[in-house]
């Protein structure tokens, strides 16, 4: 069952390297994205909150696949074209940015509001406040949720499948396809997304770990 393993590992290490790429790219347009929003949605005006809820609301209910042929197939028809790879960064960063940003405002408001009171009493600057003061300790309380938010977003680079880019689950089912041993092939491509998504997670409990110690 597992004697061709070594022969396909190479191939879809090419693809786990593309998913980690997709994965990353996302993370870094969708998360800053993420805490903007966040962060207008709690100290915005009324009306650019109730904008923001409306559009973060909109981006969470429509499916990721929904949002990634929309883009890969709607967009060239409004003259905008896109590799596959950057309609897949597009389409999830924006999914990630809607799911981030409420991460990131639950970890802004678990901010004591005395902690606010107490740089503007020291005449510090509400941006600087934000940056040293607020910005630190609501990332310390969102660690745990971002880095499983984070996860899901490395295991839904899989439906990249669905717009042809090679990422992990496209390198499988081209084996698949070839030797018709797609249950091997998958099984290999399971394992290593899940050995990924386990060290992560446990990188990221050790790293929480100290830092409760460190506090």
């Known amino acids: 069952m597992f004697d061709r393993w070594g022969e396909w590992f190479p191939q879809l290490l090419d693809g786990l390297g593309v998913s980690l790429a ?11 994205f993420g805490l903007l929003l966040a962060v207008l949605s709690v100290s915005g005006p009324k009306w650019v909150r109730q904008i923001l ?16 042929y929309l883009f890969y197939f709607g967009l060239p028809d409004a003259g905008i074209t896109m590799s ?13 940015a809607a799911y981030s940003s409420e991460v990131f405002r639950a970890g802004i408001l678990h901010v004591p509001a005395g902690q606010r009171e107490a740089v503007a009493s020291l005449g510090i600057t509400p941006v600087k406040g934000f940056f040293h003061v607020v910005l ?19 295991q839904s680079t899989s439906l990249a499948f669905a717009i042809g880019v090679g990422e992990l ?7 698949g396809a070839m030797t018709f041993q797609y249950f091997n092939v998958l099984l290999l491509a399971g394992v290593m997304y899940a050995v990924i998504c386990i060290v992560s997670s446990r990188i990221v409990a050790n790293v929480e770990r100290r830092l409760k110690v460190d506090r």
Not at 22 to 32: I, N
Not at 136 to 154: D, E, H, K, N, W
């Open 22 to 32: 997709l994965a990353g790219t996302t993370a870094l347009v969708g998360l800053p």
């Open 53 to 68: 809820v409306a559009f973060i609301e909109v981006c969470r209910g429509i499916p990721l696949l929904a949002v990634i």
């Open 84 to 96: 596959a790879f950057a309609t897949m960064v597009m389409a999830h960063g924006l999914n990630l």
């Open 136 to 154: 630190p300790q609501a990332l310390r309380a969102v660690l745990g949720p971002l880095t499983s938010l984070l996860i899901m977003v490395f």
């Open 169 to 175: 689950t496209s390198k499988s089912f081209s084996i």
